[in-house]
């Protein structure tokens, strides 16, 4: 028994979690990691709302992200450029911590995590498309 919740997050640019820069004695987070964190918050909130919060099992997580190709990239590149943008881990930290706490209890909860960034066009809407898999809920 599952049960499968998906969202689509449209973004201006797919981003990673960045490094916590640090400011004398204090550390914080880097305010472009705050700001895609709080549209990946924000959206789930207006979608699904608080019903998952206390989800207290094991669940796994696919984000697939889909970024523009620039303009200044040659046509006969189209569909080829993988390697530049956002490093996958980084998508997936912050998608993890953007959740923490409304789509599930804690992130230490995930069993299972695939990320696929997929091939980039000039006409690709950059957005996130993450789907989450509860284990053990009725759907």
């Given at each position: 028994?599952?049960?499968?919740?998906?969202?689509i997050?449209?973004?201006?640019?797919v981003?990673g979690?960045q490094?916590?820069?640090?400011s004398?004695?204090?550390?914080?987070?880097?305010?472009?990691?705050?700001?895609?964190?709080?549209?990946i918050?924000?959206?789930?909130?207006?979608?699904?709302?608080?019903?998952?919060t206390?989800?207290?099992?094991a669940?796994?997580?696919?984000?697939?992200?889909?970024?523009?190709?620039?303009?200044s990239?040659p046509?006969?590149?189209e569909?080829?450029?993988w390697l530049?943008g956002?490093d996958?881990?980084n998508?997936?930290k912050?998608?993890?911590?953007?959740?923490?706490g409304?789509a599930?209890?804690?992130?230490?909860?995930?069993?299972?995590?695939r990320?696929?960034?997929?091939?980039?066009?000039?006409e690709?809407?950059?957005?996130l498309?993450?789907?989450?898999?509860?284990y053990?809920?009725?759907?």
């Open positions: 028994m599952s049960k499968t919740v998906s969202i997050i449209p973004v201006d640019k981003r979690w490094r916590a820069g640090k004398g004695k204090r550390h914080y987070t880097q305010p472009e990691t705050e700001a895609a964190q709080t549209v918050y924000c959206k789930w909130i207006a979608e699904h709302g608080r019903k998952y206390d989800y207290r099992g669940f796994g997580i696919t984000i697939y992200a889909f970024e523009r190709l620039p303009k990239c046509k006969s590149r569909g080829e450029e530049s956002a996958c881990d998508i997936a912050l998608v993890l911590d953007a959740l923490n409304i599930y209890h804690d992130d230490r909860q995930c069993v299972s995590l990320i696929e960034k997929q091939p980039r066009f000039k690709t809407e950059p957005r498309e993450i789907e989450i898999v509860y053990g809920i009725e759907k």
